[in-house]
């Protein structure tokens, strides 16, 4: 359940997305601190964007000749993900 400042504060940060104006005039023209502003706007955004990023998945086939197929394709066809890490090791998914 919001607050009722939450919910002045991110219809403020709605209507500061719909304007032309930065943050600071934006907060400004509101009689808001800056400072204040931008915790909102990082609190809605973080709010408004977790249901956005949702993990996909993908098949994984179960008979071999369906794999054959999948790793006859070129590396172009292919999508890669690789992770290094700050010690150095790097992991690629292919």
């Not at 939450?6 to 400004?28: C, H, P, R």
């Not at 790793?71 to 998914?93: A, C, H, Q």
Request: proline residues 2%; without cysteine.
């Amino acid at each position: 359940m919001m607050k009722e400042q939450q919910i002045q504060m991110y219809a403020l940060v709605e209507e500061w997305k719909s304007s032309n104006l930065t943050k600071g005039d934006f907060a400004v023209s509101k009689s808001v601190t800056y400072h204040s502003f931008n915790y909102w706007i990082k609190k809605y955004n973080k709010e408004h964007t977790r249901n956005e990023s949702e993990v996909s998945f993908f098949s994984v086939p179960e008979n071999m000749n369906e794999i054959k197929k999948v790793s006859s394709l070129k590396s172009v066809d292919r999508k890669t993900m690789s992770i290094e890490l700050p010690n150095g090791i790097k992991i690629t998914i292919y």
